[in-house]
């Protein structure tokens, strides 16, 4: 379970998030959606710290992280992230790639990783790619080695920060499709995402979040169907 | 036929040019790296010692540093009561004066190759939950190597070219046997046309290797 209080993050002048208190419930879907520059890229990253926040609290399982003496790397290992542009490392195997923090963090033996990373690229349709390099891949395909990496820590959350925005239109199903399957699957997930149609079908809740706040939050048939400020209203007329 | 005696005597000297050169890179290299360490530090002395050693290096000619530690570093012995020369050891002045020199430059090779690391690569590693030294190790030295070795390689072969300003410091070098030749023989077109041949003959084949590496290295990288 996610819990942040009064979450605030400045860059310099820039007040980006202006305080947002809210819930992520364990095997809730909860998809952030709201304008360019609204500070829901931030908010997702402030979840792992890779943001601090300027102020406020972040508490995972009960645990506050944003505060001294924390490790920081165990709390990330149980919050698996996937980027806009994939951040594969191009150095390794897709393979390589998916094994590596296991490995490295002590999580499993090298038998281990390569035996759930096989397993996890075939979950995500990638069983005859483990040993390319990432260059050779699609942007889709990259996009489902990028999650099978990070559901390779066995994470109890997965963040998900714009996974389809930087692919071609005609590869973001596929991606979609591997998160729909995270979904059902009963993983607790927190996405940022412009895409409408999706967020309706998958999320337990939405998050509408303008000028660094949350504007509407809601089921996916109150911030659709039943929209109640002006901003949100505005913001659907144009990308529905 | 006067080429091939310029050659040959050029030629002489290329064991000294080669042994500075290499010792001179390794110098270079070591405390490059300590410098362009001491400019990615987050303390602000390190940072300002970094910056400043790297600038006085590169603002002044390598002539001008050789000439200081070959003469000015004695004089300034001897002047606070001591004594040292170089003489029998004027290989070692010009090790110190070209490494050194060098070491800026590659400070800089080696701080632009860390830096141009994307941070979108740092992003992933951390948020997997590596630590800062795993994400160092595993992510971003060997995708700076590819960055950093070709550049190294450039700098080797300036270096090469670089030592031929020892030859004013009474290093026997190729440049230095080029110019004792000449002013025995008065053949000065044919001492220095060798000398640049010599100086050819490792250049052209080591900037293909360079070029080699680059292309390899950018293969593997695309992502």
């Known amino acids: 379970m996610i819990e942040v209080k009064n979450l605030h993050k400045s860059f310099g002048d820039l007040h980006v998030l202006r305080g947002i208190t809210e819930t992520i419930e364990d095997g809730e879907v909860v ?67 998916v094994t590596l923090a296991p490995i490295q963090t002590g999580l499993m033996n090298a038998a281990e990783a390569k035996e759930n990373a096989l397993r996890l690229l075939s979950r995500v349709g990638l069983q005859d790619k483990a040993a390319v390099y990432p260059s050779s891949l699609s942007g889709g395909q ?12 066995n994470p109890e959350v997965m963040l998900f920060d714009e996974p389809t925005s930087a692919l071609d239109p005609e590869m973001v199903g596929e991606v979609l499709d591997v998160m729909k399957g995270l979904a059902q699957g ?43 400020t002006e901003r949100a209203k505005t913001f659907f007329s144009k990308v529905l | 036929m006067e080429y091939l005696i310029g050659i040959e005597k050029a030629f002489t000297g290329i064991g000294t040019t080669l042994e500075i050169t290499v010792f001179a890179v390794i110098l270079g290299v070591l405390l490059g790296l300590l ?33 200081i530690w070959y ?20 290989v070692v002045c010009g090790i ?11 400070a800089e090779i080696i701080r632009a190759g860390l830096q141009a690391v994307d941070t979108g690569q740092i992003e992933a590693a951390r948020s997997l939950g590596l630590t800062h030294h795993k994400t160092m190790r595993f992510i971003v030295i060997p995708q700076a190597t590819r960055i950093i070795l070709p550049a190294l390689g450039n700098e080797f072969i300036t270096l090469i070219k ?3 300003v020892l ?45 080699y590496a680059e292309r390899r290295m950018a293969v593997s990288d695309r992502s």
Request: glycine letters at 8%; a neutral charge.
């Open chain 1, 31 to 97: 998809c952030i959606i709201g304008p360019s520059g609204s500070g829901k890229s931030t908010f997702l990253r402030c979840l792992n710290l890779l943001e601090e926040p300027t102020e406020g609290e972040v508490i995972i399982d009960g645990q506050q992280i944003n505060t001294k003496g924390v490790d920081l790397n165990k709390v990330r290992q149980k919050l698996g992230m996937v980027f806009q542009n994939f951040n594969l490392f191009p150095h390794m195997t897709t393979l390589e790639n």
């Open chain 1, 142 to 153: 990259k996009q489902r080695a990028a999650i099978a990496r990070a559901l390779a820590m």
């Open chain 1, 186 to 228: 009963g993983m607790t997930m927190a996405i940022v995402t412009h895409e409408m149609n999706f967020a309706r079908e998958v999320a337990d809740r939405i998050l509408f979040i303008d000028e660094g706040i949350v504007l509407e939050k809601g089921t996916p048939e109150e911030i659709f169907d039943h929209t109640k």
């Open chain 2, 35 to 67: 410098i362009a360490l001491m400019k990615l530090s987050k303390l602000r002395i390190l940072k300002i010692i970094g910056s400043v050693y790297v600038e006085v290096l590169r603002g002044t000619p390598l002539l001008v540093q050789a000439l």
């Open chain 2, 71 to 90: 003469a000015g570093l004695p004089s300034l012995i001897g002047s606070m009561g001591g004594s040292f020369t170089w003489r029998g050891i004027e």
């Open chain 2, 96 to 106: 110190l004066a070209c490494g050194i020199n060098s070491s800026a430059y590659v």
């Open chain 2, 162 to 164: 670089e030592t031929a």
């Open chain 2, 167 to 211: 030859s004013i410091i009474a290093i026997e070098e190729i440049t230095r046997k080029g110019i004792l030749w000449a002013s025995q023989s008065y053949t000065f077109w044919y001492a220095y046309i060798g000398v640049a041949i010599v100086y050819l003959c490792m250049t052209i084949p080591l900037s293909r290797v360079v070029a």
